[in-house]
Nanobody, 122 residues
Framework: QVQLVESGGGLVQAGGSLRLSCAAS????????VAWFRQAPGKERESVAR???????YYADSVEGRFTISRDNAKNTVYLQMNSLKPEDTAVYSC????????????????WGQGTQVTVSS
């Protein structure tokens, strides 16, 4: 059972930056494919960035060029660097892990963190 814990959320002004971390309890975390999702009030959960065990990267169009996903397998941690934040980036951000191929579908991910709130003020 993989346990994921997110951190790094908070309140930031538009144009600012935050770095989210997703720490895993699993020592073999390197074999997992990992995604960051976000969910704003009244909206569906959406995938914003994904990283495979082979370090292939995928981004939603809405964050391409502003967000960077990375992983440090020695620390069992995946990061989401968020720059040039916009008010529309406000959401609860969650990381999720799977041994299945990466997809944008939340149902494909067996393991989830509790989420961290990101609020971007205008």
């Amino acid at each position: 059972q993989v346990q994921l814990v997110e951190s790094g959320g908070g309140l930031v002004q538009a144009g600012g930056s935050l770095r989210l971390s997703c720490a895993a309890s699993e020592r073999s975390f390197s074999v997992y494919n990992v995604a960051w999702f976000r969910q704003a009030p009244g909206k569906e959960r959406e995938s914003v960035a994904r990283i495979s065990s082979a370090y292939r990267l995928y981004y939603a169009d809405s964050v391409e060029g502003r967000f960077t996903i990375s992983r440090d397998n020695a620390k069992n941690t995946v990061y989401l660097q968020m720059n040039s934040l916009k008010p529309e980036d406000t959401a609860v951000y969650s990381c999720a892990a799977t041994l299945e191929p990466l997809t944008t579908m939340p149902m494909s991910y067996a393991y989830w963190g509790q989420g961290t709130q990101v609020t971007v003020s205008s």
